[in-house]
């Protein structure tokens, strides 16, 4: 048995073939057998149909604040935004509205941050029980609406005094 190793150098391959084919053959060669893997940048998509094998996470979490808003104003909610709403009651709310409605499920966080505010619900949800209630008038509570719009109806249902 003898050692070759000192003949297989670049030097010696390059007398061989081209040094910069070897470099990019070789380099080529262990890509493949060990490539770099990157993850891929994905923007927001569509869809008519979904089918999931593992877990789905919800949009993004969102909150408004109503500290602006009048007595006899409406709140208009972005559902574009998010699908897990916070609205903070400073004060009380005439009526609620939305933009950029999507088919999906909706969570409104009703959050009593000074008090006995007040919530007029929009006449055209449909309550689980067939009454629109009232919401929690403690300082610091807080009522959860669970929202289904199926493209023509809003189904609520509200779990309340949570604190």
Do not use: C, H
Request: glycine share 6%; net charge negative; aromatic share 8%.
């Amino acid at each position: 048995d003898q050692d070759v190793s000192s003949f297989a150098t670049i030097t010696n391959l390059d007398l061989k073939a081209n040094t910069a084919d070897m470099t990019t053959s070789l380099a080529l060669k262990a890509n493949l057998i060990s490539p770099t893997l990157v993850t891929p940048i994905l923007g927001e998509a569509t869809s008519t149909s979904v089918t999931a094998s593992s877990d789905i996470k919800a949009k993004r979490y969102i909150q408004y604040s109503n500290t602006a808003i009048s007595s006899t104003s409406t709140t208009n909610l972005d559902l574009s935004r998010g699908n897990v709403i916070q609205v903070n009651l400073a004060t009380s709310i005439a009526g609620i509205t939305f933009t950029n409605e999507a088919v999906g499920t909706y969570l409104i966080k009703f959050v009593q941050t000074v008090g006995s505010k007040t919530v007029n619900f929009p006449d055209t949800w449909l309550w689980s029980g067939g009454a629109e209630p009232v919401v929690s008038a403690t300082l610091g509570r807080t009522d959860i609406v669970t929202l289904i719009y199926d493209g023509t109806n809003y189904y609520a249902a509200i779990v309340q005094n949570f604190f």
